[in-house]
């Protein structure tokens, strides 16, 4: 419901996205901010899953930093 409330039609409409590293630090650096839950965090950035930020969360404090890059999907020939 929050999603909706913040992003309309659109928050609830479903969604596949990959986030770049930037992204991904900007969003744990709002969080971090602005003291916001992953849940709260995830509505103001529309990300629809916010298990994603507590990831993004885990992978920078247990210093893997190179998991916050964007992954690139190979491509089948």
Known sequence: MSHYRLHGIDGL???RSTYS???KLQV???QDREQLSSRQV???YDIRNP???VVWRRNLDQGHC???RMR???VPR
């Open 28 to 30: 744990l650096s709002h």
């Open 13 to 15: 409409r479903p969604k």
């Open 51 to 53: 298990n994603q930020v």
């Open 21 to 23: 590293a930037q992204f």
């Open 66 to 68: 190179g998991l916050l």
């Open 72 to 74: 690139k999907r190979s």
């Open 42 to 44: 995830a509505v103001i």
